[in-house]
């Protein structure tokens, strides 16, 4: 199986500053169709889990652009540009290159 | 608006069973592959099984392989989950969540339904 490592899995970010969640998969995720099936989830307190990005670094309807996703192969970053009080929350990286679909083990947003 | 309803949770003892629905509207449910993903009380999310839009692909995790049967009615436009010979460890969220062709993982997701193993 793919194992996925989020870091940090606490953030701490003051309000209007950025931030930035890495994670890392014990393998390439390159398909082979030569896509790269990486996405990002954002689940907010309470509510269920929701697409931000999805291929690295495409956004997913609705997504402002404060939010980006890049890397490749095996290393993969969602920046904030600026961080407001509704992007609090967990946030999940998820391969779906290969089966069985892992998840990173969350990211922690919190507001200083 | 796509919308993904899930039902059928609830408290269950050990090694009994329960069925999932998940309820789909606003997309031509038939064209999408579904899965199934939960998430134990204050953990991580936990891929739990796919299948294809016509049913001739169903993928589990190990935790739940032979124990769990996924299958969909397109005409009714419903995705199930037939979980048997449950398990304290199969307390959680269930939520049913579309596959989009070129996105893959998820991208809509329904509100989920809690199952609860305890005697």
């Known amino acids: 199986d793919i194992v996925m490592t989020q870091t940090p899995l606490s953030s701490p970010v003051t309000l209007g500053q950025p931030a930035s969640l890495s994670c890392r998969s014990s393998q390439s995720l390159v398909y082979s169709d030569g896509n790269t099936y990486l996405s990002w989830l954002q689940q907010r307190p309470g509510q269920p889990p929701r697409l931000l990005i999805y291929?690295?670094?495409n956004r997913f309807s609705g997504v402002p652009d404060r939010f980006s996703g890049s890397g490749a192969g095996t290393d993969f970053t969602l920046k904030i540009s600026r961080v407001e009080a509704e992007d609090v929350g967990v946030y999940y990286c998820m391969q779906a290159t290969q089966f069985p679909y892992t998840f990173g083990q969350g990211t922690k947003l919190e507001i200083k | 608006e796509v919308q993904l309803v899930e039902s059928g949770g609830g408290l269950v003892q050990p090694g009994g069973s329960l069925r999932l629905s998940c309820a789909a509207s606003g997309f031509t449910f038939s064209t999408y592959n579904m899965n199934w993903v939960r998430q134990a009380p204050g953990k991580g999310l936990e891929w739990v099984s796919f299948i294809s839009s016509s049913s001739n692909a169903i993928y589990y995790a190990d935790s739940v392989k032979g124990r769990f049967t996924i299958s969909r009615d397109n005409a009714k436009n419903s995705l199930y989950l037939q979980m048997n010979s449950l398990r304290d460890e199969d307390t959680a969220v269930y939520y049913c969540?579309?596959?989009?062709?070129?996105?893959?993982?998820?991208?809509?997701w329904g509100q989920g339904t809690l199952v609860t193993v305890s005697s």
């Open positions: 291929k690295i670094s």
């Open positions: 969540a579309r596959v989009s062709v070129g996105i893959a993982g998820a991208d809509y």
